[in-house]
């Protein structure tokens, strides 16, 4: 099979294969290293499932693990285990927002939250992210687009660290978000808004370190099927993200190894 830049490496394909489920008896399967290098054919690309060219084997098979792995909370487990060696000293928090396509707004209506939000621009998703000192994401979730940035940061910074630094931006500044830093014995170094009356200690220095976030954005991005939203259901979404985010994560370790 031909080197593409979707396909693992031999050192990625090592630090995950060890966290795949065992292989059932009976009709082998095809190839989990096969398969995921069509997941992330499909990811890098945002070609349709039914594109995925027959080297990646039958398309179906890769759509199917891709879901039933997902709702067996495979890949989850896979970046709580990717992750948790993460950098605790100075974290971050922030969002993104990305366009969805057509193809994504056609999921049924329900009691299911979609996290879609419709405004001027059309349909949007927010992607809430949580990374370490390095701008390796921690902790991902979605919200629709129309969310305020700081709706989910309560939810996002449970595990900070004590003693660590959280840094973000003007858009998360709130008494009641810097209160649970507080408790947490963290240092929130967040920038004033300019209404705000009571004084409050920040490092503008301290805040440059905050570009590693729009770097890790900038990275997710480059999977178009990040970069904009194909998927009708948002669980699909954000299990495509957390994929994308252990290869950042599998990435940098190879880098520096």
Sequence with gaps: MPQQRSHLTDFEWRMIAPLLPNKPRGVPRVDDRRVLNGIFWVLRSSAPWRDLPERYGPRTSCYNRFVRWRKAGVWDRLMDAITKAHDGKAQMIDTSVVRVHQQGATGKKGDRDHCLGRSRGGLTTKIHAFVDAQGRPIKLTLSAGQKSDIASAEDLIVDLPEGAMLLADKGYDANALRTVVKDRRAWANIPPKSDRKDPICFSPFLYKARNL???????????????????????????????????IWLRDNESTS
């Design 213 to 247: 976030i729009e770097r890790f954005f900038n990275k997710a991005k480059q999977f178009r099927r990040v970069a904009t939203r194909y998927d009708k259901l948002a669980e699909n979404y954000l299990a495509a993200l957390k994929l994308v985010a252990n290869r």
